[in-house]
């Protein structure tokens, strides 16, 4: 699992800078075409197809273990419309895959990586339990009112978006329904599982405050419920985030990145903002430039994976430098940085790749702002 773990993470790092200039050079497209025009149109698919690709990106980082959890208020049937696009493209036509998602369910604090990783194990489940014979799983989603009388858990009462499974396939007998949630148990040939699966979400279901429940009869079929406490809102009107244009510019910014097109391309959303840009493809070649004229540049953005130097590293020696040289390392993913390690280095922030040009230009913004309240040795 170790070794499956470590391939995801460098997949997911390949994958990310790939993705990088596809989200980031046809977002910079939306911003020069009209909105009415069929290029607008067509750079407006490349751009959600990108943004589905680093979804997935996730899918892979959280099957490694290696993806921060981030508990946002979320729609389940969002991401289950999305489950079932995938399931049906990869389960046989054999098997009917029927929905019944109710639209206004409310939201959920949740984890929508963790949600989709759910959703897409609990419906491989069924069609694993079903086999190769004809059969139809029954997706639903709706809301529930629990009361201290209708309880058959530990849960409070409450209303309870609940997400429910439901195949026509063998069955669980009687004396392994109970064992199905441990870790490594499983009645799935050998190539078939590992039996973490099951274990795997109900330990998210706790982590999201829910539970889950099976029912089943051997020769009829399978039922899982799952159960995600309703997020409590104000008004019960969904918040709609502002839609602010990027801060701008004018500083000297000193950009570090060994992927010539992810350079290009933040140079090119940094430039549009109104700053002053200088390329490096190599960190020794960066840190030499640097050392030459340190008060030149008021930032470094630089990359974390790189040869001969990464960005890390890179970074300990401009500190070394002129200490209050503000850094931003950018990753798509890598052990060998996180937030609480950049800040014991001194670097200001942590953007992840895919680059996208709204959270570039926030992060600049900021870091260098903050930059200001310390004086300047230079």
Do not use: W
């Not at 019944?100 to 949600?115: K, N, R, S, W």
């Not at 940085?337 to 959270?359: F, H, N, Q, T, W």
Request: net charge negative.
């Amino acid at each position: 699992m170790e070794s499956i773990g470590n391939l995801s993470g460098g997949i997911a790092h390949d994958f990310n800078n790939i993705l990088s200039p596809i989200i980031g050079m046809s977002e910079l497209l939306l911003e020069d075409l009209s909105p009415d025009g069929l290029e607008y149109e067509n750079a407006e698919e490349i751009y959600k197809a990108g943004k589905r690709g680093s979804e997935l990106v996730k899918q892979i980082l959280a099957f490694s273990r290696q993806s921060e959890k981030k508990m946002v208020p979320t729609r389940i049937q969002n991401i289950l419309r999305e489950v079932i696009k995938l399931c049906r493209s990869s389960i046989p036509v054999n098997i009917k895959i029927k929905e019944d998602i109710h639209p206004e369910c409310g939201l959920v604090l949740a984890d929508p990586t963790q949600i989709h990783q759910i959703a897409m194990n609990i419906i491989t489940n069924a069609y694993h339990a079903i086999g190769s014979k004809s059969g139809e799983i029954l997706v639903k989603l709706a809301e529930s009112r629990l009361t201290s009388l209708s309880m058959k858990t530990s849960l409070s009462p409450g209303r309870y978006v609940v997400f429910t499974v439901t195949d026509n396939g063998h069955g669980i007998p009687p004396e392994t329904i109970k064992m199905i949630f441990d870790p490594y148990f499983t009645t799935k040939e050998k190539d078939k599982g590992t039996g973490l699966g099951l274990s795997v979400v109900y330990g998210i279901i706790k982590e999201h405050k829910g539970d889950i429940f099976v029912t089943s009869e051997v020769g009829t079929g399978t039922t899982f419920e799952l159960f995600f406490p309703l997020f409590k809102q104000f008004g019960n009107t969904e918040i709609i985030p502002e839609i602010k244009p990027n801060p701008t510019g004018n500083e000297r910014i000193l950009i570090v990145d060994d992927e010539p097109s992810i350079a290009k391309l933040e140079k090119r959303i940094l430039e549009r903002l109104g700053y002053q840009t200088t390329l490096r493809l190599n960190s020794i070649k960066a840190l030499e430039a640097f050392r030459t004229n340190p008060a030149s540049f008021d930032l470094v953005v630089s990359d974390v994976t790189m040869p001969n130097m990464t960005g890390d590293e890179l970074a300990k020696e401009l500190i070394s430098i002129r200490p209050d040289i503000p850094v931003i390392l950018c990753t798509g993913f890598s052990e060998r940085i996180d937030e609480d390690k950049a800040a014991a280095l001194g670097i200001r922030g942590l953007l992840m790749k895919p680059v996208v040009s709204s959270k570039m230009a926030e992060m600049v913004r900021q870091v260098l702002d903050d930059a200001i309240k310390i004086p300047n040795r230079f």
